[in-house]
T-cell receptor
Framework: AQTVTQSQPEMSVQEAETVTLSCTYD???????LFWYKQPPSRQMILVIR??????QNATENRFSVNFQKAAKSFSLKISDSQLGDAAMYFCAYRTYTSGTYKYIFGTGTRLKVLA | SQTIHQWPATLVQPVGSPLSLECTVE??????LYWYRQAAGRGLQLLFYSVGIGQISSEVPQNLSASRPQDRQFILSSKKLLLSDSGFYLCAWRSGQGYHEQYFGPGTRLTVT
């Protein structure tokens, strides 16, 4: 079964600095999707970025980018020029196809604190 | 554009009382729908998913059930709540037409007393 591991329960970053959140996963599939979601204090889950496993190029969305290492099964999120509004829980997720539908497996999350 | 609604936003219920949480999606048809529970400080646990009207799959045996009476409506229910049912419940949808990510509703905070 697929698993997603986020080994950093909490991270801190100074405003305007760069921070990297780690995520590793375990799978025997060759084609899949990976995602990072942000959950601010409102608890609304917001999609930050996605990565297709068949694409070698790392995804980027403005200040957010990923470092996707398929062989190592690693999918880290880099936040550049951190802002106070980036403070949130960040969840890594893996999408798998099973039993006739797509399911999403989430890590336990990393709480990011942004220091002014 | 698509939107997803959940209600109520907050609910406090006594042990042994029934539960009904509702989720509706607008702006899409035949979505895949999901119910998750998030315990305090934890990740998301998939409870149920549905690929169509009346089609419900359960991920974990528990005190809860789900139904999908209409294409864009997903309901989470319980006949008798337990203390362990407390948590944050999230509904999510995914388009069945080639999109890859899930989109989440605002969630319902349930406290069982």
């Amino acid at each position: 079964a697929q698993t997603v591991t986020q080994s950093q329960p909490e991270m801190s970053v100074q405003e305007a600095e760069t921070v990297t959140l780690s995520c590793t996963y375990d799978t025997s599939e060759s084609d899949y999707y990976l995602f990072w979601y942000k959950q601010p204090p409102s608890r609304q889950m917001i999609l930050v970025i996605r990565q297709e496993a068949y694409k070698q190029q790392n995804a980027t969305e403005n200040r957010f980018s990923v470092n996707f290492q398929k062989a190592a099964k690693s999918f880290s999120l880099k936040i550049s020029d951190s802002q106070l509004g980036d403070a949130a829980m960040y969840f890594c997720a893996y999408r798998t196809y099973t039993s006739g539908t797509y399911k999403y497996i989430f890590g336990t999350g990393t709480r990011l604190k942004v220091l002014a | 554009s698509q939107t997803i609604h959940q209600w109520p936003a907050t609910l406090v219920q006594p042990v042994g009382s029934p539960l009904s949480l509702e989720c509706t999606v607008e702006g899409t048809s035949n979505p895949n729908l999901y119910w998750y529970r998030q315990a305090a400080g934890r990740g998301l646990q998939l409870l149920f998913y549905s690929v169509g009207i009346g089609q419900i799959s359960s991920e974990v045996p528990q005190n809860l059930s789900a139904s999908r009476p209409q294409d864009r409506q997903f309901i989470l229910s319980s006949k008798k709540l337990l203390l362990s049912d407390s948590g944050f419940y999230l509904c999510a949808w995914r388009s069945g037409q080639g999109y890859h990510e899930q989109y989440f509703g605002p969630g319902t905070r349930l406290t069982v007393t």
